[in-house]
């Protein structure tokens, strides 16, 4: 049974206290370190090949320009890298320069260019306003939807913790946050992941602000460009992949780190296309992490970076029909219709939001234990734990008479890492009832359709999308017998709502299952029948539960045609 989520007082009331405000008040040197941090890494891999470096990093820029253009891309994008590529094909004794100065004179503009896009920054006044908005903003929704009455919008007695759940080791991760650097890794679903976490840290956890990865695209819209440049977000364009462009922003992400600036960022890459919860986590930035706490013990710091996993569960993903469709494409080569992403348009955002609310439908943040960046766990002083007995992590980084760097060594520890915290959200996953009856209901259909393939089930007319209510409610009641095995495990987090009689958990699933959808995965028409309007829809909400062995054991029925359609 979850606990009732509670509120704290923030740690650090003084916003020119924070890590993050110190930081960017130093923002010209940290773009001087980001820079010669880079340089060595490029200098150290292609020393010997820098021509090659920068001609491939020509080519790769040059045809992002062409065939990618964003909105958010400077203006003269085009002219630059026509620049580059006449300053590259100039002689080698041009000006007495050498042609290996000029390479590096090349290499260290373009990073300093990259350097300057990654990093944003932090206004305490656009932060307080922020913060009074979004505050304002929300609790007037929540009442506005709650009501439905205009005289409700100025209401005070629904609160946003209402809907807005935090839970699991926030008291721990406060504790440690006194003497660490804290990186938050959460799952990814939706766009609105940062604005509502970041709201939940400062509003309800009650933390110092972190800085945090937002992509290039979400500042092709003036007003979130405007917030994030303010807000401590860092930019990330990945459909830059050169070299160049990722070691700036590793370095970018190590230095802010060893500063001891907070940091979140979304392990998984991207929003989860398929629904499923992360399991395949990049290693770039986690990676960062381990190179930050080697850097700290080499300046002879004690400051320790910790690892704290967050799941975020929705009963309803904005972009749900946008993100399956492309997952789709991707993994069965099909012509689907590609859907919009609704996430691009404010007005979609605000009625999702009050859609949201209007069905009393929750978003719970679980907070995961935290962990060292070698995934061991931590006692509340903040020490490492294995086998129950402290260790000394300084000695993983230890060769011969000191700490030294052994890239071969770290990215083994990054994949070991990574391993961990994939193990962490799917421990501490909370199942909430949308999802339980969207995995019984997809479980059901794809039992009685055993000689058809996923594709072909989405192919087949939508008549065909009926469910017995009586077999729907003892799919429920087996999965929920096998869910709480689980939990009894530790390996999954049962919610309360999912713990109710199998038939309430019908009818409340249904309910909040997909409520922002104009076609419904899962719904009950006029004459009683239950039906699916988009089975891709039940499929991204069903996915939410696939790895923990909940498939088998399902019967063969007989389905219903829907006459009502």
Known sequence: MLTKPQEYKHILPDLQDWPIYNLHQDRERFVEEIIRLTEERLEEKFGSDRAGLIAKTLYMERNRVREEPWKADPANEDNYWRHIKTVLKRSSQQNGISQTEREREIIHNIVNRYAEEIVGGFRIKTFLFARRFLNLFFNRLLNAAAGRLQKRIWGREHQLSERLRVYGSVQKMRKLFEKSTVVIVPTHSSNLDSILIGFAIDRIVGLPGFIYGAGLNLYDSEFFSYFM?????????????????????KSMSAIALQRGVNSIFFPGGTRSRSGVIE??????????????????????????????????????????????????????????????????????????????????????????????????????????????KIIDIKEYFMGDNDVERNVQREQIYTRLLSEHIAQSYKANNIVLSSQLVAFAAYRYFVANNSGLDLYDLISLPTDEFVFDEADLVDYIARIQKKLLKLENDKKIILGNNAQLDPKEVLELGMAKLGVFHPLKPLMRNKDGTIVSESFKLLLFYHNRLTGYGLESGFRKLKVKKNTNT
């Open 279 to 388: 399991q395949r986590l990049k290693l770039g930035l986690m990676g960062t992490a381990i190179e930050a706490q080697r850097t700290l013990y080499a300046q002879g710091s004690d400051q320790k970076i910790i690892i704290v996993p967050l799941v975020l569960n929705y009963h309803c993903v904005l972009e749900a029909d946008y993100l399956i469709d492309q997952h789709l494409k991707r993994t069965g080569k099909e012509k689907y219709f590609r859907s919009k992403d609704d996430f691009k348009k404010l007005r979609n955002i605000l009625r999702f939001l009050w859609r949201l609310f209007d069905a009393k439908s929750d978003i719970l943040l679980n907070f995961a234990e935290p962990m060292d960046v070698f995934g061991n766990t931590l006692d509340d002083d903040g020490n490492s734990l294995k086998n129950g």
């Open 229 to 249: 440049n303010r807000l401590g977000a860092y930019r990330v364009d990945r459909r830059k992949k050169n070299p160049i462009y990722l070691e700036s922003l």
